[in-house]
């Protein structure tokens, strides 16, 4: 075979001294454990195990008789079963039993030789000697079991004719009669028996007895003298299953192949007869196998197929969850969280994310991730990630798919959606009023309209739908929520009153969202009423009036005296000519979420104006965020309808939640879609929530451009007097490029109001303020909606911010870092001092060497240094909210009761693009 020595060592599990001892015990003559070995060494080798089992058993014989035979039997049988090699030796063992003994008997002889050399080894070998301490420790429980070993392997020679004799059942029998019998060998034969304790100890291995032959002891060495006593039990051990004789086993099998098989077999065997032993041994073994497997292998292998059968389940266990295909496609809508996939995959969270960092990513349990970098994560746990992301257009555009099929036929005209907005006072609700109550007495006689958000008046069989949220901040703010309702804006303006911000404020509202405008004229029944001069100044919003040349249609009107107001509605009807307003009413409804509430009888109500199609009374409906089923439908007159067509106001009940105004809604094809849709977009909802990102942001204005994202920037600008506010839109506009047009969508003087963030929030712009502030309302709203604002006392400053930030250039900003707002509540004059402020903190807190800025009506005044903070009559570094203070203004006196002091730093942000 040509092995070296710890080759074999090393297959048969042994320690290269304990080879090197069997090697000597077997007459073959080595160097080392280097040493290469003869087949003829190995032949010896094997002839020692066996003889030295025979001899073992002659001695033993005599106690034990009938029942060791039996199980030498097996043996016999189960080594040759498995092992080819072992076979043929078996079948020599048996025929010529007799010859084996001769050799057994010289062994003997030699083996007293050996054995001093054993004791040699395991004197040298610390190391295994502790395992085979541990091994005749077990011994004492064993030992019955080792008496068992032995026991039987004594009898295979005459068994040898035995064999098929039925061994398993005496044998149980036979081991605690035996026991004492080893046990007085040990003591015969002192340390020999010792040595026995080892095979065998391992093999039945009870803790108890372990320990007992640990402390016995460790007569130690000589133990390994003992082995050869027991090596004859050894021989059982071909057939007896014990473990520690596997080594014998081995030893003599050589191949390790071999003992495998025989392991099996012997553990079939061990099954068939030995079950209950074995199994208690196993069990009593359990714990100490590990020490025991560095020792023997055989029975390594055999505790690992007895394991085996544990470890099978385990790992079947395992398996299942890990093989099955199905089971490793993990299915997630567009994204999914670190650790949503960890569990989805059974592995810890942390293995994900060191697996992350190990690809270049720092992240967090909840980091959501993409489709793709979930599907390259999961590959490294051989999982697949296939992504069934929510197809929301599916469901709910079938029908605006089939819009586009629609023939011409299908659409049909519908009325127009109409919004009134203007100035406060010109008489926005008045109108609207006038209109229905007269309507209402033309179509109902004493007919009681109700609130619902919105109304349809007839003319001449004409109908129009006009929403009932006057002005431009409710309009603009429906259109933030993506809801195009309106067709047709009545500007109203007081004749007596003429353009006034807020009118401005609707005109540039309503060209934001590209809607038509029909100006009336109102209150020109009032003596002072100049309506040619409310033509004249808005033509300079280019709104011109037919009559001058231009297509705006006014109407003059009179809401008190509803005067004109047919001549209105005409307009307004001949304006949705020209608009050619149509829509197909045989689909499935979809529209919009005028208003909403919660009922306390009805539960949520919403007002929806249906946009095309036509909603029925049980329709399943997603409304926003919310879904049910059209459970009745009322019209402004409290009237039920079964049926709601294009443009056409109901009240529906049957929702689940209350939609916010401006939300979509769509009737779909069943509850389940409706439910499907409702939570897909709660998902959606959370997750946007989550990461709630700018809408477009100076800083990131380049960045955008790049990516093609903006290609217009929208601006507001808002300033302390109109000339700075002319000059900043010229300036700017000038600004446009090819790759992004500058647009101004809004001007105004004075502070950024509420209206103003919420253009910018519907119009995706951004707002430019000088020396201006926003209202505490509006800065709150700009920071939920991210709308970027800025604020700048020096036009040009915002124009180079402009210009460097869609080159990509914008430099690191001095932005201010607001410290607090203070009240002035009263103010001083002291002589030689100046004015002096009597104020209240009204958030925040304001700091001595702060910047200060001395606001009235939200306009800057004046910004400069404090001269003096006090409290009473000290001087204080800083006063928190809630208390109040004297402050004096360096180099200024103009301070009046009610302005605002606001404190700030200036603090650098780097750019980000
Ligand atoms: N003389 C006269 N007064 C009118 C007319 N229309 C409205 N008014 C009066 O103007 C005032 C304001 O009318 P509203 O309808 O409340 O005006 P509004 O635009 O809705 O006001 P806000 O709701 O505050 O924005 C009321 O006192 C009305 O009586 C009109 O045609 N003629």
Redesign the pocket.
Known sequence: MGKRVYELAKELGLENKEMLAKLADAGVEVASHASSLTDEDLQKLKALDTPQEEKIEEARIKPGLIRRRKTVVRKKAEEPAPTPEPEPEVAEEPAPTPEPEPEVAEEPAPTPEPEPEVAEEPAPTSEPEPEVAEEPAPTPEPEPEVAEEPAPTPEPEPEVAKEPAPTPKPEPETKPVEEPKPKKTVKATADKAKILGRVELPKPAPAGQDRQDRSRGRNGERPARQDRPQRPGARPDAGAPARGRKRVDVAPAAPMEQPLPEKEGRNKKRKKGRRNDHDNGEDGRVSRRGRRVEVFEPSRMGGKKKRGGKQAKQTKQTEVTISKAIKRIIRISDSITVGELAKRMGVKANELIAELMRQGSMVTINHPLDYESAAILASEFNYEVENVAFDEETILEVEAKKEAEDNAEDLKTRPPVVTIM??????????L??IREANVTEGEAGGITQHIGAYDVELDGRKITFLDT??HEAFTAMRARGAGVTDIVIL?V?ADDGVMPQTKEAINHSKAAGVPLIVAV?????PEANPERVKQELTEFELVPEEWGGDTIFVE?????Q?NLDTLLEMILLQAEVLELQANPNKRAKGSIVEARLDKGRGPVATVLVQDGTLKQGDAIVAGLHFGRVRSMTTATGKQVKEAGPSFPVEVTGLGGVPDAGETFHAVESEKAAKDVSQHRQQKQREIDLAKSSKVSLDQLFAKMQEGEVEELAVIIKADVQGSVEAVRDTLEKLSTDSCRLNVIHTGVGGISESDVTLATASNAIVLGFNVRPETKAKTMAETEKVDIRLYSVIYDAVNDIRDAMEGLLAPTLREKDLGRVEVRETFHVSRIGTIAGCYVLDGKVVRNAQVRLVRDNVVIWEGKLSSLKRFKDDVKEVASGYECGIGLENYNDIKVGDIVEAFEMEEIKTTL
């Open positions: 203007g100035h406060v006072d010109h008489g926005k609700t008045s109108l009023d006038a006057p002005g109203v007081a109102n209150k020109i029944d009032k009107v009179s809401a008190k005296q005067t």
